[in-house]
């Protein structure tokens, strides 16, 4: 294993957005599963493997949408109710080709804390980010209000401690878009200190 190489793959990670996204474009179920694959690999506490994710594709893709639209409405006060953003939610799923709600599924014995568990569904995240440009894939990690509403966790089918922690929202890229740029972070030296 290359460290150049590695770091080529990690360096290049980034979130491209709906307004890039092909519309009405689909992603192929086997890539969806190659990139859930790469999730799997993830390293847990314990080895509780507390991810677990429910894929919405065509169909149930607007079903999705048009859910969110709702849980937006129903908890958002009426002043500060916005219909261009409940519009815009509805609209998505001309771009997203694919959604994959991010579940943590709790450790019945709780025998780490629940922050571990919430860390452990970041890292196969992570993973599937930096894998989906090997399949041709481009999205982002959307983590809205409604995504941890009770209303989402009954949509998910999610029981007790089990909680929803946002979507990876998943598209093809339009066709001549052009290369975009990944924005610099800060030198890592000014985040270490040495002892």
């Known amino acids: 294993m290359d460290y150049n190489n590695v770091k080529k793959v990690i360096s290049q990670r980034q979130s491209l957005f709906a307004q890039q996204m092909a519309e009405n474009a689909s992603i192929e179920k ?42 937006y409405k129903s908890n958002t006060s009426n002043e500060y109710f916005d219909e261009k953003k409940f519009h815009k939610i509805e609209k998505k799923s001309k771009n997203v080709a694919a959604v994959i709600a991010i579940c943590m599924n709790r450790c019945p014995k709780e025998s780490v804390p629940v922050f571990e568990e919430q860390w452990a569904v970041a890292c196969p995240v992570q993973n599937m980010l930096l894998g989906m ?18 209303e989402m966790k009954s949509f998910l089918e999610l029981e007790g401690n089990n909680q929803c922690m946002g979507f990876l929202q998943l598209g093809i890229s339009k066709e001549g878009l052009p290369e975009i740029p990944r924005k610099e972070n800060n030198p890592i030296e000014e985040k270490i200190s040495w002892r």
């Open 30 to 71: 086997n890539k969806l599963l190659q990139l859930l694959e790469l999730a799997n690999y993830a390293p847990s506490h314990r080895r509780t493997e507390p991810w677990r994710f429910v894929v919405f594709q065509n169909k149930e893709k607007n079903t999705f949408f048009r859910k969110l639209a709702s849980i």
């Open 133 to 150: 440009k090997s399949l041709g894939i481009i999205g982002y990690w959307s983590t809205p209000k409604m995504a941890f509403s009770n």
